[in-house]
């Protein structure tokens, strides 16, 4: 009966890997990377899906005259607005099952809202696609994963703001007291210039060597 059930619940929800939001968030969350799929075929299915969207934005801004891949992207985007506002709520957002599981999927909603006014329109959703392509930069996708951690938008990371990310990825896995003092150490590490907070050159000197920027392109 375990089996069946498994079964009946993966045949409903799996199309939700090819989701392009889902493939983002997850590539983002430094738990999942690209591991958290359920098998090698749905993990290349999602990847491919969403390049090929990016080269389709890639391919539409570069000719103004194929309409048609812009029309394809819509159709894509409408999918998730669900009221036909022309813009994406959180609610939209969190309708897909699998999102609602990924506790950063609200950072990048906040980083893709660029006006702030709590809902992504078209032109945001696109705009946050496009730094995951082939085109996007190493100092753009590294500035994203910067910005998941920069809460307060003011071009630094806090000890409180690491210590609130950090919580919501791990949830109750860590005490309180063991993932301050993980926190502690790791401003203790970065902030180079002492002055209790991280910039984006002191987090690039930290991760910027890791190569994990390259997660985010989705290995290609």
């Not at 939700?16 to 591991?35: G, H, M, Q």
């Not at 194929?66 to 985007?77: G, Q």
């Not at 506790?103 to 696109?126: A, C, T, W, Y």
Request: aromatic fraction near 10%; glycine fraction near 6%.
């Amino acid at each position: 009966m375990k089996s069946t059930l498994l079964e009946a619940v993966y045949r409903r929800f799996s199309h939700v890997e090819t989701e392009p939001l889902y493939c983002i968030a997850t590539f983002v969350d430094p738990r999942y990377k690209d591991r958290f799929f359920t098998s090698p075929d749905n993990l290349k299915r999602a990847k491919d899906s969403l390049l090929e969207m990016v080269d389709e934005i890639t391919n539409a801004s570069s000719d103004p005259i194929n309409e048609e891949p812009v029309r394809r992207l819509d159709k894509r985007f409408k999918k998730l607005d669900l009221d036909d506002s022309g813009e994406l709520s959180v609610e939209e957002f969190m309708s897909l099952p699998e999102l609602q599981q990924n506790p950063l999927v609200q950072r990048v909603i906040d980083i893709f809202d660029k006006d702030g006014n709590g809902e992504v329109d078209f032109s945001e959703f696109m705009e946050g696609v496009l730094q995951f392509s082939v085109k996007g930069t190493k100092e753009q996708r590294l500035r994203f994963a910067f910005r998941i951690y920069d809460l307060d938008n003011d071009g630094f990371i806090s000890n409180g703001e690491l210590f609130l990310t950090l919580k919501t990825m791990v949830g109750k896995n860590l005490e309180d007291v063991q993932l301050q003092q993980l926190v502690d150490k790791t401003i203790l590490s970065a902030d180079t210039d002492g002055d209790g907070r991280v910039s984006f050159q002191e987090f690039c000197q930290v991760v910027g060597g890791l190569d994990f920027h390259k997660n985010m392109v989705l290995d290609v």
